[in-house]
């Protein structure tokens, strides 16, 4: 168990609709990053936001938002959803170095 | 050409063997390396963490980067058969004052009896 929570573990939904996944990083974690996962293009970095801040931003869509909230947690928005927007979605969350502990990711299917 | 390759394999190999994994970069100003164990479904899994040339040992893993080449590895000694698993490279350079990760798209291990 890395410590991060993500909710929820799956989610089904139209396409054309908005969703929210919310995540909670580790105790004590400042940085959280987003990621969507798919098969075909493995794991791609969305954005960071560090202490309530966005920090970099990597293959975001504009449909897509993120922010963090001062109790640290984060929520990524996806608007105008697409067939090709399902994919698991991971958070990870880091401290003083670099390293991130993901947390368990949420499936998203689009129909 | 992407930043990082790793070949998606399957590499398989019985139980007990040492297993050699592999990622090449093209970016230079890549400063920080990590590699993850990832099991199906499930989030990724630091297994090390290395920010030098060199080698770094923690139990059954081994991670090796060679700035020079652009190349890092990850052995694992005496496989087992729960190590079966995809591997994700990681790596990470500093922008603008940010901290930019660029993942490998893994390699699948399978370990079998």
């Known amino acids: 168990d890395s410590g991060v929570t993500q909710t929820p573990k799956h989610l089904i939904t139209a396409t054309g609709q908005r969703v929210t996944l919310r995540c909670s990083p580790r105790?004590?974690?400042?940085?959280v990053y987003w990621y969507q996962q798919s098969l075909d293009q493995g794991l791609q970095f969305l954005i960071q936001?560090?202490?309530?801040?966005?920090?970099a931003k990597g293959n975001i869509l504009e449909r897509f938002s993120a922010q963090q909230f001062p109790d640290l947690h984060s929520e990524l928005n996806l608007s105008s959803l697409e067939l090709g927007d399902s994919a698991l979605y991971f958070c990870?969350?880091?401290?003083?170095?670099?390293?991130?502990?993901f947390g368990p990711g949420t499936r998203l299917t689009v129909l | 050409q992407k930043e990082v390759e790793q070949d998606p394999g399957p590499l398989s190999v019985p139980e007990g063997a040492i297993v050699s994994l592999n990622c090449t970069y093209s970016?230079?100003?890549?400063?920080?390396f990590m590699w993850y164990r990832q099991y199906s479904r499930k989030g990724p899994e630091l297994l090390m963490y290395?920010?030098?040339?060199g080698n770094k040992e923690d139990g059954r893993f081994t991670a090796q980067v060679d700035k020079s080449s652009k190349y890092i590895s990850l052995f694992i000694r005496d496989s087992q058969p729960s190590d079966s698993a995809t591997y994700l490279c990681?790596?990470?350079?500093?922008?603008?004052?940010?901290?930019?990760?660029?993942f490998g798209r893994g390699t699948s291990l399978i370990v079998h009896p």
């Open positions: 990870a969350s880091s401290g003083g170095r670099n390293e991130q502990f």
């Open positions: 105790s004590g974690d400042l940085s």
């Open positions: 936001y560090y202490n309530g801040e966005e920090r």
């Open positions: 970016n230079s100003a890549f400063q920080y």
């Open positions: 290395t920010y030098s040339s």
């Open positions: 990681a790596m990470i350079y500093l922008s603008g004052g940010s901290y930019i990760p660029t």
